[in-house]
């Protein structure tokens, strides 16, 4: 707009509003990714620019963007000290300080953070930002050799992150995460215990058992013990009335 003062003064925004895929910077009109995870094919972007002037003027645009799924194995994860919708809008600073820092290009596949801060947007202070890099030859960078130069130039991407967005940074690696458990190994677990729980059992049982009988016995020994003792004749079988008759006879 060849316009001066606030008649010349422009403003871009996104007239279909897709911000939640795509978003744009609105002093000089540059497009940038929100989130395309799990997004394919062509999206059709109206782009509308306005000058400030009394009477508002208006001009608009179709943007086609495409993109391509990717099953990249090159994908690094960097971590920012700050909550997404602050990353968001700057994001394209945030690529800027990357690509100087790590003299690659660099394409920012997704900003995200967990699932309750979907919802309500500032309730966290941790965003990640999922980036590719790409060579001059634009070949993918391996994701070793990425992570190797952001460790290298982490204190000054930090310290440039900080004058974008006022406040301290700190730039870290997402390290990935452990396996989770598939569902075959869980039931394999699962089982395991149920059955060693079942042995233990089984054995309490068998311990629990042999006890009893083993004071059963030992009750009706010493019943009879003492039966023994309170009557001799009950006792012995073989003889023992003979011996009582022998013994009365000698006294006689």
Do not use: M
Not at 2 to 16: E, F, I, K, M, V
Not at 44 to 70: F, K, M, P
């Amino acid at each position: 707009d060849p316009d001066s003062g606030d008649n010349g003064l422009l403003l871009y925004s996104l007239a279909n509003n897709q911000k939640n895929v795509f978003d744009i910077d609105e002093n000089t009109g540059q497009i940038f990714t929100v989130s395309v995870a799990g997004k394919t094919g062509t999206f059709y972007l109206e782009v509308q620019a306005a000058d400030q002037g009394t009477r508002t003027l208006t001009a608009r645009t179709t943007v086609n963007v495409t993109i391509h799924s990717s099953s990249s194995n090159n994908i690094v994860v960097v971590v920012l000290s700050q909550i997404i919708n602050v990353v968001e809008r700057n994001i394209a600073e945030v690529k800027r300080v990357l690509e100087n820092k790590l003299a690659w290009n660099v394409y920012i596949v997704d900003v995200y953070s967990n699932e309750f801060e979907r919802k309500a947007r500032s309730s966290t202070d941790v965003t990640y930002v999922k980036i590719i890099a790409f060579d001059e030859a634009n070949q993918e960078v391996s994701a070793e050799d990425v992570k190797r130069k952001l460790r290298e130039q982490k204190s000054n991407i930090e310290i440039e992150l900080e004058e974008i967005f006022s406040t301290p940074i700190t730039a870290a690696i997402e390290e990935a995460p452990a396996d989770s458990a598939t569902p075959e190994l869980i039931a394999t677990i699962v089982l395991s215990v149920l059955l060693a729980c079942t042995l233990v059992a089984f054995l309490v049982y068998v311990l629990f058992t042999l006890k009893r009988k083993r004071q059963q016995y030992l009750v009706k020994q010493q019943a009879e013990i003492t039966e023994g003792i309170d009557n001799p004749c009950a006792t012995d079988k073989s003889g023992s009335l003979n011996s009582l008759k022998k013994l009365e006879h000698t006294n006689n």
